[in-house]
């Protein structure tokens, strides 16, 4: 899995901006999608 470090690189931003927006797209996620939909994507995480 990629670090803040090495995605804010590829996308021009600070590591610190990445990991803002991640949490920002996280937490809309979370309002979106069922918690169980959620937990099964953290179980695959090879995919």
Same mark, same amino acid.
Do not use: C, N
């Given at each position: 899995?990629?670090?803040? &470090?090495? =995605?804010?690189?590829? @996308?021009?931003? $600070?590591?610190? %901006?990445?990991?803002?927006?991640? #949490?920002?797209?996280? &937490?809309? =996620?979370?309002?979106? @999608?069922?918690? $169980?939909?959620? %937990?099964?994507?953290?179980?695959? #995480?090879?995919?």
């Amino acid at each position: 899995m990629p670090t803040f &470090e090495v =995605l804010g690189f590829h @996308f021009g931003i $600070s590591k610190t %901006e990445a990991k803002e927006t991640f #949490d920002y797209w996280l &937490e809309i =996620l979370r309002d979106v @999608f069922p918690a $169980s939909v959620l %937990e099964q994507v953290g179980k695959h #995480d090879s995919d």
